[in-house]
């Protein structure tokens, strides 16, 4: 289908490993948006990209954290020395405009030991 | 406190009952006002998007909101087996934070035959 696709789906890891998360957006949405969902804490928004502008990093919760997007479309999340509080499923979603729809990916999960 | 809360019940029901979902809110700059539903290991998929205090319908869902109660809430009609999922309410400002959503933390639903 055209829908957002993340990789991996499943992702296990040891504590203080570097791990890259990968987000497909749908062709043509210009906004792309990062989101973890804890469980019992809801999605937590993490960064956003729109267009050419500078991305706003404010949801990110560590220096361990960051992400890119290459050509304005495929987005990396990348988590360096990982911890064990940084296992979740990490969402990815787009829009066809800052303010439009948000459509979301099925998510990674993350299970960091 | 959290500036959206969410009951994250579960909540179990009947096949055909009626079922009422809420999220209170604490920040008075939240304007647009949405519900998201998310199935077990899937990405959340928007079901409604409110922006007035009053009623919106959409088939068996009405979404309601109350800016001056800082309250939102959905009615689910006819409840279905297939309605199970969580429920998220999610909302965002009209100036500034682009497009960037804060969720609540879900509610899990169950309709039973």
């Known amino acids: 289908g055209a829908g957002v696709s993340q990789s991996p789906s499943n992702k296990v890891t040891e504590k203080g490993k570097d791990v890259e998360l990968r987000c497909d957006p749908i062709s043509g949405h210009t906004a792309l948006y990062w989101y973890r969902q804890s469980l019992g804490q809801g999605l937590e928004f993490l960064i956003y990209f729109q267009g050419n502008s500078a991305p706003d990093k404010s949801g990110l919760p560590s220096d361990r954290f960051s992400a890119e997007r290459t050509g304005g479309s495929v987005s990396t999340l990348t988590i360096q020395r990982t911890q064990q509080e940084d296992s979740a499923v990490y969402l990815c979603?787009?829009?066809?405009?800052?303010?439009?729809?948000?459509?979301f990916g099925p998510g990674t999960r993350l299970t960091v030991l | 406190q959290k500036e959206v809360e969410q009951d994250p019940g579960p909540l179990s029901v009947p096949e055909g009952a009626i079922v009422s979902l809420n999220c209170t809110y604490s920040n008075s700059a939240f304007q647009y006002f949405m519900w998201y539903r998310q199935y077990s290991r899937k990405g959340p998929e928007l079901l409604m998007y409110t922006y007035s205090s009053g009623n919106k319908e959409d088939g068996r869902f009405t979404a309601q909101v109350d800016k001056s109660s800082k309250y939102i809430s959905l009615f689910i009609r006819d409840s279905q087996p297939s309605d199970s999922a969580t429920y998220l309410c999610a909302m965002k400002g009209v100036t500034g934070g682009g497009n960037k959503l804060t969720f609540g933390t879900g509610t899990q639903l169950k309709v039973e035959l």
């Open positions: 979603a787009s829009s066809s405009g800052l303010y439009n729809e948000q459509f």
